[in-house]
């Protein structure tokens, strides 16, 4: 009788018993590849998380199984005590992720737990960072002519801006789609949203400081907000740009006429002393 076929025998019969212990819960996008569950940071979905019984490193039929939902969770249920290798099918990962994390022994797509009678284990989680990103900028676009004029016109910093998944690609936020990262604009007006797995995403100025109050978004190659861009495999996409016209005037007075005010108001009791 060949080994597999032993264990394939072994397995039916522990399995027709039928435990009440289950293994999961989690595959993510570790976008800044800390190795840790970020808030915000997504799961991946319809990975291929199995039990490896007969060892082979790979995934059989008969294997139990599970695909990661939208929310990037799993579990596999009914499982009988005992010690499981549990791993994450490569070929149901998005290109080019790299692991930054699992729960023991080495980078290998592979955690090797024991679980006692009914145990519900939710530890045994897979982190990826992805190879695609999105920016770059924001900017005070001085001659509303939706080009970014590095000579003339500058960046603006201090701008939040959230990163949608739109995991339907409709160029909306519906449905599943949630704010995946948080960023702000740099002092040249920069952002990068980095670490991401292949898809779609919708780049969103929210900016909560109210920076852009009074302009006007110009656009720059018909950019929109929010800015829908899928990005592939190594995608560097750096045309999620937003100009605003009006700007420069704004924010030269809102930063005189505070500082003028504060002078008169100093100066006038030191006239009377
Ligand atoms: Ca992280
Ligand atoms: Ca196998
Ligand atoms: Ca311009
Ligand atoms: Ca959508």
Redesign the pocket.
């Known amino acids: 009788m060949s080994r597999w076929l032993q264990l394939r025998i072994a397995q039916t019969v522990d399995f027709g018993y039928q435990g009440n212990a289950s293994l999961g819960d989690f595959v993510w996008n570790?976008?800044?590849?800390?190795?840790?569950?970020?808030p915000l940071?997504p799961g991946i979905p319809n990975v291929r998380v199995y039990l490896d019984l007969n060892g082979n490193s790979a995934f059989d039929a008969f294997e139990p199984s599970a695909l990661t939902n939208t929310s990037g969770s799993y579990t596999i249920s009914g499982l009988p005590a005992g010690t499981y290798t549990v791993r994450v099918d490569p070929a149901t990962l998005p290109g080019g992720v790299t692991q930054?994390y699992d729960l023991n022994g080495a980078l290998d797509n592979t955690a090797v737990v024991t679980l006692t009678a009914g145990q519900v284990l939710t530890t045994v989680d897979y982190?990826y960072i992805g190879n695609a990103s999105i920016g770059d900028l924001v900017w005070s676009d001085e001659n509303g002519n939706a080009v970014f004029d590095g000579a003339t016109e500058a960046g603006i910093a201090g701008v939040t801006i959230n990163l949608i998944r739109d995991l339907n690609g409709n160029g909306i936020q519906d449905g599943a789609d949630s704010v995946v990262a948080q960023t702000t604009t740099n002092g040249a007006g920069n952002y990068l949203f980095s670490g991401l797995i292949p898809g779609s995403y919708l780049v969103d100025v929210t900016d909560t400081s109210n920076l852009l109050d009074g302009t006007t978004q110009t656009g720059a190659a018909g950019v929109t907000d929010p800015e829908p861009v899928t990005v592939a495999v190594g995608d560097a996409y750096l045309l999620a740009d937003f100009g605003y016209a009006a700007r420069r005037r704004s924010r030269a007075l809102s930063t005189t006429m505070p500082t003028t005010t504060a002078c008169a108001i100093r100066a006038k009791p030191a006239s009377p002393a």
């Open positions: 570790d976008m800044n590849g800390n190795g840790v569950q970020d940071e930054t982190g």
